[in-house]
């Protein structure tokens, strides 16, 4: 336990305003959330005091700091804590990117609600105020696949007052300031951005709303929970949404429409803040975390590409804010200006680095749109932006003293690219380190339909425009698909031919995943329910952890070590006439093993694979 000392001091011998608890390692840069969350506190007048990753068995480490004169805020970290602990398959990871020196274990499963109960103990009468990742996509009835079972909101199992969803800066320093001014919890309850809970006798209030499938109903049946999932869906614009009410028995769960998001302005403001951009000192280690984005820069919020399965449109939202070029230029000379700099800018970029400039054209269209994507099925048309905006933006940082690199690690939508080849032969010439990531995520219509994505061909249009600019900058460069393997929609069949597809192309990825049952997402939905949440279509899903172990293995056809678990997938499931040699093979012959057994000579620990010494 890390208990840190206030942002701003408190008047001598007073109490701190606020205390935020959180299950990451106290990082104070604008990457942590609960440290943007502290100092946006703090620029507003309100002292604040961090506490990381406490002992969540006693109440005693919840007490380091005083008890608040305002409220507790709790956030589980930058993670759903359940999806930090455990892996894809169901086994509790060894490590976590979050925690000092990467290691597991440094918090509890559900965070919010362990936390919450030991601030109650340790400070009774104190309001608690849950947010982050992991409240916003659990503050309604939803799917845990580590207990492989629907849960109800995390604000009435975390008994707590109120719940933020979203990007909190708004609705947190509504409730600092109402509460200073004396109003009370049940004061703060008509804030945007807010949810609450409703007791049996209360009475609803008096606005109009959407009545979700209740938790019960959610419970007994997985089409109801689809149905709840698809509505809350349909509420996610700050300007249209109207507030949704879920029933949980003889109690309810009230959620106000989402806060409206930053301005540019304003997302300039979060990121001059004073942070000290680096790990607490006391914090026993590095933070695997910060190190991969220490120097990097994030240069837009938001993400409008609607990705099924996806949680940043969910929590960031769906308009893209963009930093102006000033804020962008002051933190990139803070970073060369910063010890141990080495010339090197990461990444340029954010959820998707291209889409920096662009956003609704209008926002009266705006206030109607219940859009999903602003990119799927085709991009909308009022979606505008000067596409060289983002380029000028690299070639500006580039050219600032000390810069000798810029590189882009972010995602990039490809299928916008294909509209600028400028771009990507200057990106080729000069922002990629070797590999180019994307991600066309699968090869099948109908799943690609289901995972809310473009057509392969918009892929293999890039992959072309891609390598033809690579060979003119003289460079040997490499684009790295990301794909997912197990999607709602992909049974053996679309599997096997994602494997041959990748085969038929000479496509090696190295960048995998294994589709998580997220809680809150529209594939989660799928998940459980076997069907199209739209259409009511029965689509096949990968349940068994067996098949999910074998979708994932068919990706990799090309490693030598693989080659045993592709053979016993494509056995498993009738495509004998795959394993051979010649034409039209996708592996030699040789022996069979499960892709979830270990391989000889290695052991399994906690869900990883080690070589045994």
């Given at each position: 336990m890390f208990a840190h000392m206030p942002t701003t001091a408190p008047e001598a011998g007073g109490p701190v305003d606020v205390v935020l608890i959180t299950g990451d390692a106290y990082v104070d840069d604008p990457g942590f959330g609960a440290a943007v969350i502290g100092r946006w506190l703090q620029a507003h007048g309100f002292s604040v005091g961090i506490i990381a990753q406490p002992a969540w068995d006693s109440p005693e480490p919840f007490q380091a700091l005083g008890r608040p004169r305002l409220f507790f805020g709790i956030t589980a970290g930058n993670l759903d804590s359940v999806v930090a602990s455990t892996t894809a398959l169901g086994k509790r990871r060894n490590d976590d990117a979050c925690t000092p020196g990467g290691q597991a274990g440094a918090r509890p499963d559900r965070?919010?609600?362990?936390?919450?109960?030991?601030?109650?103990?340790?400070?009774?009468?104190?309001?608690?105020?849950?947010?982050?990742?992991?409240?916003?996509?659990?503050?309604?009835?939803?799917?845990?696949?580590?207990?492989?079972?629907?849960?109800?909101s995390i604000l009435l199992d975390a008994k707590a007052d109120l719940l933020v969803f979203g990007m909190g800066e708004r609705a947190v320093l509504?409730?600092?300031?109402?509460?200073?001014a004396g109003a009370g919890v049940a004061g703060c309850r008509d804030?945007?951005?807010?949810?609450?809970?409703?007791?049996?006798?209360?009475?609803?209030?008096?606005?109009?709303?959407?009545?979700?499938?209740?938790?019960?109903?959610?419970?007994?049946?997985p089409w109801a929970l689809a149905q709840a999932t698809l509505l809350a869906h349909r509420e996610a614009e700050p300007l249209s949404a109207r507030p949704v009410l879920q029933r949980h028995a003889e109690r309810a769960v009230w959620c106000n429409p989402p806060a409206l998001p930053l301005s540019s302005a304003e997302l300039d403001a979060v990121f001059a803040l004073p942070f000290a951009r680096a790990p607490h000192p006391?914090?026993?280690?590095?933070?695997?975390?910060?190190?991969?984005?220490?120097?990097?820069?994030?240069?837009?919020r938001g993400c409008g590409g609607g990705c099924a399965?996806?949680?940043?449109?969910?929590?960031?939202?769906?308009?893209?804010?963009?930093?102006?070029?000033?804020?962008?230029?002051?933190?990139?000379?803070?970073?060369?200006?910063?010890?141990?700099?080495?010339?090197?800018?990461?990444?340029?970029?954010?959820?998707?680095?291209?889409?920096?400039?662009?956003?609704?054209?209008?926002?009266?269209?705006?206030a109607r749109c219940r859009r999903p994507s602003c990119l799927f099925p085709r991009?909308?048309?009022?979606?505008?932006?000067?596409?060289?905006?983002?380029?000028?933006?690299?070639?500006?940082?580039?050219?600032?003293?000390?810069?000798?690199?810029?590189?882009?690690?972010?995602?990039?939508?490809?299928e916008l690219l294909l509209d600028q080849p400028g771009l990507v032969a200057e990106l080729c010439a000069h922002h990629v380190s070797g590999r180019l990531t994307v991600a066309p995520e699968h090869s099948e219509p109908a799943v690609l339909r289901r995972m809310h994505k473009p057509g392969v061909e918009a892929f293999l249009a890039f992959k072309d425009q891609f390598e033809r600019a690579s060979r003119a900058a003289g460079r040997?460069?490499?684009l790295m698909p990301y794909l997912m393997a197990g999607h709602p929609g992909a049974g053996p069949a679309e599997a096997v031919a994602l494997a041959r597809f990748l085969a038929h192309h000479d496509l090696r990825p190295r960048q995998i995943q294994l589709f998580v049952p997220t809680p809150g997402t529209l594939s989660t939905a799928m998940f459980c329910a076997g069907r199209d949440p739209v259409s009511g279509e029965p689509i096949p899903v990968a349940r068994d952890p067996r098949d999910r172990a074998r979708q994932r293995a068919l990706l990799l056809w090309w490693k030598p070590e693989e080659a045993p678990a592709v053979r016993e997938a494509l056995a498993a499931w009738g495509f004998d006439?795959?394993?051979?040699?010649?034409?039209?093979?996708?592996?030699?012959?040789?022996?069979?093993?499960?892709?979830?057994l270990p391989r000889p000579g290695e052991r399994r620990d906690s869900g990883r694979t080690t070589r045994g010494r």
């Open positions: 965070a919010s609600i362990a936390y919450t109960a030991r601030a109650r103990q340790a400070f009774p009468g104190v309001p608690v105020v849950l947010g982050g990742v992991e409240a916003s996509l659990r503050r309604l009835a939803h799917w845990d696949f580590q207990q492989e079972k629907v849960r109800g509504g409730i600092a300031e109402r509460l200073a804030l945007p951005g807010v949810a609450f809970a409703l007791g049996a006798a209360e009475p609803l209030p008096p606005r109009e709303h959407v009545a979700l499938p209740s938790a019960q109903d959610c419970q007994r049946d006391g914090g026993g280690g590095p933070v695997p975390a910060f190190e991969s984005l220490r120097a990097s820069l994030t240069v837009t399965f996806c949680a940043i449109s969910l929590h960031q939202g769906r308009h893209v804010v963009s930093r102006s070029p000033a804020s962008v230029l002051a933190e990139a000379d803070r970073l060369a200006a910063s010890p141990g700099w080495r010339g090197t800018i990461t990444d340029v970029g954010g959820p998707t680095a291209n889409l920096y400039g662009f956003a609704c054209a209008s926002e009266t269209l705006r991009r909308c048309t009022h979606l505008q932006g000067d596409p060289h905006a983002w380029l000028a933006l690299l070639r500006a940082v580039a050219a600032r003293p000390g810069v000798r690199h810029v590189f882009v690690g972010s995602g990039l939508r490809h040997r460069l490499e006439a795959l394993i051979g040699r010649g034409a039209g093979k996708l592996v030699g012959p040789g022996p069979l093993r499960g892709a979830w």
